[in-house]
């Protein structure tokens, strides 16, 4: 099986090089999430209370009369 190229991530990197790239990453999506926490909850709830329009009669899981 033949690997896809990925024009992303450069090829040949030290393994020193990749572990200061990937520590970097994570440190960059932590402070990411860190700094827009509030926002990320309030629309990961709001998503979470969607309800599909083909089945109305499904109530989203936070409402009562889900239970």
Do not use: I, K
């Not at 709001?46 to 109305?56: A, F, G, T, V």
């Amino acid at each position: 099986m033949s690997r896809r190229r990925n024009s992303l991530f450069p090829e040949g990197l030290s393994d020193e090089a990749a572990a200061a790239l990937c520590d970097f990453l994570f440190r960059l999506a932590t402070a990411c999430e860190s700094h827009y926490l509030v926002q990320l909850r309030r629309h990961h709830d709001r998503q979470r209370n969607l309800y599909d329009p083909e089945e109305p009669w499904r109530f989203p899981p936070s409402d009562p009369r889900a239970r």
